[in-house]
């Protein structure tokens, strides 16, 4: 089995960029087999929000409200993909988690980290 592991910083100012990384590690796995590689998020008091998802076709898929912010990048050679999103502000202060996704249903997991946007 594949586990999920984000990194990246805890605060970000402002206006500034947040990047995140997600690495896989365990079984073997090539981002071209049936699954969806996934960041979601979930701000304080609210429900969890899906932020995007990279399909095995390589094609990139994002939530209508974040898509001109977020970008979704994803490096074979290093089994990791990567969450960028520009322009922060405090709303998007929440626990950041990458995830696979098939059928719909999301597992594994990565543990979550939390990101904090203020000055």
């Known amino acids: 089995q594949v586990q999920l592991q984000e990194s990246g910083p805890d605060l970000v100012k402002p206006s500034h960029t947040l990047s995140l990384t997600c690495t896989i590690s365990?079984?073997?796995?090539?981002?071209?087999?049936?699954?969806?590689w996934a960041w979601l998020r979930q701000a304080p008091g609210k429900e969890l929000e899906w932020i995007g998802w990279?399909?095995?076709?390589?094609?990139?898929y994002y939530h209508p409200q974040l898509k001109i912010r977020a970008s979704i990048s994803r490096d074979a050679s290093k089994s990791l993909f990567i969450l960028t999103l520009t322009s922060v502000t405090p709303e998007d202060t929440a626990v950041y988690y990458c995830?696979?996704?098939?059928?719909?249903?999301?597992?594994?997991w990565g543990q979550g980290t939390q990101v904090t946007v203020s000055s």
């Open positions: 995830a696979r996704s098939s059928a719909g249903a999301f597992a594994p």
């Open positions: 365990g079984d073997s796995f090539t981002f071209t087999d049936d699954y969806h």
């Open positions: 990279i399909a095995p076709t390589g094609i990139i």
